[in-house]
């Protein structure tokens, strides 16, 4: 399933509104229905996109959110926690050999909110299947979340502490009250003065994760893979699985 969020509404809501007993009902009773129906993909079957190849090697047959475009103007992008309040987002920022990349978000339970789960973030550039990693970020979290975007957006984030903004001291206190959101999946958010956006991912647990940048078979660049969860099987990271 895809939900394609336009950046207004995802700027608006972090997540897709969920309401009614009706609803509830028919996702719970519907769920053994669905499992029924096995997607082709994922079996390996059938794999044309990097969402085919992330769906297939994660084991999930769960919803994909499209929060649509984000621009890389400086041709760099950052990704990290930026809740340090200082410029630990920007360590290893990395060159990517695109403009522009579609922001895909694979999530569980997307209208449950106490039950959603981001599972994987695909920053698809061609979307084609990954089949070598290229680059990568290692990255901390200590607020369970991380954002990315541009390095200029990176740089916006770290010059909030020295603004004296009446609302928020630093990076921190900008992002905790979206984080914080019943329900928070994803979001777009622009940074104070610069109007520039960054996008927030949650993961619902603190730790390190790392984001690869793939190229496909044809040796074209695929996308930026941060996998949140691991394989359903052995929980193994999917960037372990590129071949």
């Known amino acids: ?12 809501k972090s997540y897709v509104v969920y309401s009614g007993a009706i609803m509830n009902i028919f996702l719970r009773l519907s769920a053994p229905l669905f499992w029924l129906l096995v997607p082709s993909t994922l079996l390996g079957d059938n794999i044309q996109t990097g969402r085919d190849w992330i769906e297939a090697k994660s084991e999930r047959a769960v919803t994909w959110l499209d929060f649509g475009t984000l621009h890389l103007p400086s041709g760099e992008l950052f990704i990290g926690d930026p809740s340090w309040g200082d410029d630990y987002h920007m360590r290893g920022a990395r060159s990517v050999p695109v403009d522009q990349l579609r922001v ?21 550039a061609a979307d084609t299947p990954p089949a070598k990693i290229v680059g990568k970020i290692d990255f901390g979290m200590d607020s ?46 622009n940074v104070p003065q610069s109007g520039r956006p960054t996008f927030a ?17 044809d040796k074209a660049f695929a996308g930026i893979l941060i996998d949140v969860t691991g ?13």
């Open 1 to 12: 399933m895809v939900i394609r969020l336009s950046r207004c509404q995802s700027a608006r």
């Open 104 to 124: 895909w978000v694979h999530v569980e339970n997307p209208l449950i909110p106490r039950e959603n789960q981001v599972h994987a973030v695909w920053l698809a």
């Open 144 to 189: 369970a979340y991380f954002a990315f975007g541009d390095v200029t957006t990176g740089h916006d984030l770290v010059a909030i502490k020295g603004m004296n903004h009446p609302d928020f001291y630093d990076s921190f206190d900008f992002f905790l009250p979206h984080i914080q959101q019943y329900g928070f999946v994803g979001q777009w958010l």
């Open 201 to 217: 991912v949650d993961t619902k647990r603190d730790g390190g994760l790392t984001a690869v940048w793939t190229e496909d078979s």
């Open 231 to 243: 394989r359903v099987s052995d929980r193994l990271f999917l960037d372990t699985l590129i071949e």
